[in-house]
């Protein structure tokens, strides 16, 4: 089973400054046919997650454009570039190129 | 639009059977390239996987899991559901049903159902 490793845990971030999200597998997601399966996932308090990206840095559709991925092979990153109140929550990544797919530990996101 | 609707009793007693059902409505569960499953979230942590019916009839089931899973669809209500046995309280979650377009695109969630594991 693939290891998904975010950083960090927790994140504090002051409303309109940047916020990045690291997340690390533990083998290449880059699939047979030339994808990488990696998504991003934001998990509201009290709410269902909801994906933001999807193939490492393809934007939901709804997504607002603040929001950004990138990455490849086993090294993927989520970029806030100014934080809003409404982005606070728990940020998951998944990745979906081997069986079974597997999350991160999840980044909790507050505001300070 | 596409919603999925999670329900079931949201207190199971310990050794029993918990078993949850999830409605979808605004589209079918037939349709080709689109894969059904259920992910918990025991409080205050992360998600986990618990299986996944294909369109083929096919199931896969977490293998941490799969000795005590079950999932299955009554394709003429539009429905799945998913059964899990032997329940303890490391069972106590909020279940979530899901819809994958492949390779684990899970691009739609239920509201999730608290279940809670208590005699």
């Known amino acids: 089973e693939v290891v998904m490793t975010q950083s960090p845990l927790s994140l504090p971030v002051t409303l309109g400054q940047p916020a990045s999200i690291s997340c690390r597998s533990s083998?290449?997601?880059?699939?047979?046919?030339?994808?990488?399966?990696l998504y991003w996932f934001h998990q509201r308090p009290g709410q269902s997650p909801r994906r933001l990206i999807y193939?490492?840095?393809n934007r939901d559709s709804g997504v607002p454009d603040r929001f950004s991925g990138s990455g490849s092979v086993t090294d993927f990153t989520l970029k806030i570039t100014k934080v809003e109140a409404e982005d606070v929550g728990v940020y998951y990544c998944?990745?979906?190129?081997?069986?079974?797919?597997?999350f991160g530990q999840g980044t909790k996101v507050e505001i300070k | 639009q596409l919603q999925l609707q999670e329900s079931g009793p949201g207190l199971v007693k310990p050794s029993e059977t918990l078993s949850l059902t999830c409605t979808v409505s605004?589209?079918?569960?037939?349709?080709?390239?689109?894969?059904w499953g259920w992910i918990r979230q025991p409080p205050g942590k992360g998600l986990e996987w618990i299986g996944t019916?294909?369109?083929?009839?096919?199931?896969d089931y977490s293998p941490s899991l799969k000795s005590r899973v079950t999932i299955s669809a009554d394709r003429s209500k539009n429905q799945f559901s998913l059964k899990l046995s032997s329940v303890t309280a490391a069972d106590t979650a909020v279940y979530y049903c899901?819809?994958?377009?492949?390779?684990?695109?899970?691009?739609?969630w239920g509201q999730g159902t608290m279940v809670t594991v208590s005699s």
């Open positions: 193939k490492v840095s």
């Open positions: 899901f819809r994958d377009s492949g390779h684990w695109a899970i691009d739609m």
């Open positions: 083998q290449s997601l880059v699939s047979s046919d030339g994808n990488t399966y």
């Open positions: 998944l990745q979906g190129t081997h069986w079974p797919g597997t």
């Open positions: 019916l294909y369109y083929s009839g096919n199931i």
């Open positions: 605004g589209g079918s569960i037939s349709s080709y390239g689109y894969f």
